[in-house]
């Protein structure tokens, strides 16, 4: 029983080595970190029905900001 155990802790041992040394020298680059919002992303609020829609979606007329063109022409 006892060469049984010394059996696997040096094949535990050989394992923890050999992934030390098959480790990559230098850390992973870093991931994207949190994102910053983008002014394209900014969620805006129909001047119309009050809808909140990404600014990138929507339609800018004289200064106000409509989820979609209908609204911004002044339709239902």
Known sequence: MSK???FLLVLIAIYWVRRLLT???TPPPAGPGPRE???SM???S???C???VPENEGVR???DFYCCEEHARGGH
């Open 42 to 44: 900014r969620m805006l």
């Open 50 to 52: 009050g809808v909140h």
């Open 61 to 63: 007329r004289g200064g």
């Open 4 to 6: 049984l155990l010394v």
């Open 37 to 39: 919002p983008q002014a």
């Open 46 to 48: 129909c001047q119309r």
């Open 23 to 25: 480790k990559p020298k």
